[in-house]
């Protein structure tokens, strides 16, 4: 999402900072409600967690590998003999930890070359791992942490860490899972992840197989991190089984037995269907299927780490990026964290909270309250992404606080991403929304928003032709027309008995589409947005009474 990142970027640079900017009253005898004070509750939390903000830029190798590690993610590069902060043989598993018993290395090592020189010894072996995981688990850990092991020796310990899931082998999974360059050795050990999930502390490896599968290349490797994920009390990843299992690769067989596996989990279960998989995905991204209610003491450092990348104080595009990707994957529990973040005296933290309970939905009720106070933020960039983002989490509650804040004559952008945000709630109001695209000399913004939510009211006859001459315009947005024609038309039954005929326009309108991977010139990009003007009003023209 490198674009609306970008927008709302070029949005701030023209706005006062925090606190400086005032909304205009309602009118000069009246004075609108005070934005809410904010203070530094990033650096207070971050102190009270004892954590800190992460340092630096990304590496070249860290971007050519496109792993999306953030510096501090994994100590040193991978590849060396002896990467700088990953302990060698016999040393300690972490900086300041105890030295290793040489006696559990040799011990480790010789389970491992038992397994690797005949693998009928691997019962035997995990037997051996189980009955002494306290002594070995350092030392299990010291190894999954030896980036130039062979590929075949991290499986077999990942193998012997899943056998006997401890706590310090879990944390090095999560860091092998994350980013080592064998796919292979990536999904072998967020495969062993999954015995973890019980384990005090285990949520810790949640953002870490989260960034798996935005830059998972690998089908194995993405389908286990998305398994390892709905273990760890997070389905974001079912869409993703979903979508191997359907896809006819070699990987489908198995990314279908553990979507049912996860559903037969979830439902207490055994029949289970397709109808089952889609409710639970459904139930999961409306906020009902989370076994945490608050956030687990294991996560909420990382998390606010990752609250910290949206900071203006560091600002890396990379860093903003997957810091919303994995907040807004969250459980509902994050909610909260992030209501928290919209009070903090950092702009940018404010408004990219705004967009990732946005993209949570339903999933961020809980901040609702937070976002209603937001309305009034001394941004105006802040308060527009609050009434949008109040409109995805509580869309049947959101309406009255929208609709008061619009009557505080509230400024231009507040005003157009209210509009906008009403049309997305249950039961938009049609007179408002009306009023609004109706009024002389509305600006082509305001009746854009206005269009989308009146068309998602069945009243597509006050607006359609109004979209359709805005799509052949030089100025205003006719991209932005466009787009919302599309959605509607895309959404359309073709069953439905009063919408139902202009589904029959879809076939035409994808034909004048752009084509996959050719960029358009922007004539040939008019000319296509002309003709698709020019279905829109041949159909209207066409229809009984007109």
């Not at 299992?245 to 207490?268: I, K, M």
């Not at 990382?302 to 600002?315: A, P």
Request: glycine share 8%.
């Amino acid at each position: 999402m490198r674009a609306p990142a970008a927008l709302a970027l070029l949005s701030l640079l023209g706005s006062c900072g925090p606190g400086e900017q005032e909304a205009p009253s309602a009118d000069p005898g009246t004075e609108t409600p005070a934005a809410r004070p904010t203070r530094d509750v990033l650096d207070a939390t971050l102190a009270e967690l004892g954590v800190s903000r992460r340092e630096g830029v990304l590496s070249a190798r860290e971007l050519r590998g496109n792993r999306g590690l953030l510096p501090g993610e994994l100590d040193g590069e991978q590849g060396n003999s002896s990467p700088e902060g990953v302990p060698a043989t016999g040393a300690s598993a972490e900086p300041g930890a105890e030295p290793l018993d040489p006696e559990m290395v040799e011990f480790r090592d010789g389970l491992v070359g038992m397994v690797v020189s005949n693998p009928r010894y691997l019962e035997a072996a995990t037997g051996d791992v189980a009955a002494a995981v306290t002594e070995l688990a350092p030392a299990l850990a010291a190894g999954l942490r030896e980036l130039d092991r062979p590929a075949e020796e991290l499986k077999v310990l990942a193998q012997f860490a899943r056998s006997a899931p401890h706590a310090e082998t879990a944390a090095a999974l999560a860091e092998l899972s994350a980013g080592h360059d064998d796919p292979t050795v990536r999904a072998f050990a967020s495969w062993a992840l999954i015995a973890s999930a019980e384990l005090e502390g285990s949520g810790a490896a949640v953002p870490a197989l989260l960034r798996r599968l935005k830059y998972e290349k690998d089908t194995m490797a993405l389908l286990w991190a998305a398994r390892a994920l709905a273990a760890h009390d997070n389905l974001s990843g079912l869409p993703t089984l979903a979508a191997i299992a359907g896809a006819g690769v070699e990987a489908s067989d198995a990314a279908n037995q553990q979507l049912y596996e996860v559903v037969r989990l979830n439902t207490g279960r055994e029949d289970v269907t397709a109808e089952d998989a889609d409710r639970l995905m459904a139930d999961w991204a409306a906020g009902k299927r989370s076994r945490s209610s608050a956030a687990p003491s294991s996560l909420r450092g990382e998390v606010w780490t990752l609250i910290s990348d949206l900071s203006g104080e560091h600002f890396q595009l990379r860093g903003v990026d997957d810091a919303r990707f994995i907040l807004s994957r969250l459980g509902p529990w994050a909610a909260a964290e992030l209501g928290a973040a919209l009070e903090d005296d950092d702009e940018y933290v404010r408004l990219h909270a705004a967009q990732v309970l946005e993209r949570m939905g339903p999933r961020g009720e809980g901040a609702a309250p937070s976002l209603e106070l937001a309305l009034h933020d001394s941004s105006d960039g802040v308060a527009g992404a609050a009434a949008e983002a109040l409109a995805s989490v509580a869309p049947a509650a959101a309406g009255a606080a929208l609709a008061a804040r619009l009557d505080e004559a509230p400024p231009h952008e507040v005003r157009v991403a209210l509009i906008r945000s009403l049309g997305r709630t249950d039961g938009p109001p049609v007179e408002l929304l009306l009023t609004a695209f109706e009024a002389e000399g509305a600006p082509a913004d305001l009746r854009l928003a206005a269009a989308e939510g009146l068309i998602a009211a069945r009243e597509e006859q006050a607006c359609l032709p109004w979209l359709a001459s805005a799509m052949t315009q030089r100025f205003g947005d006719p991209a932005g027309a466009e787009a919302v024609v599309g959605r509607w038309l895309a959404g359309i039954d073709a069953q439905d008995p009063d919408l139902g005929h202009w589904a029959l326009l879809r076939p035409s309108w994808e034909d004048l589409g752009p084509r996959h991977a050719i960029i358009h010139t922007a004539d040939q990009a008019r000319e296509r947005r002309a003709g698709r003007a020019q279905l829109l009003v041949d159909h209207l023209r066409a229809l009984p009474g007109r």
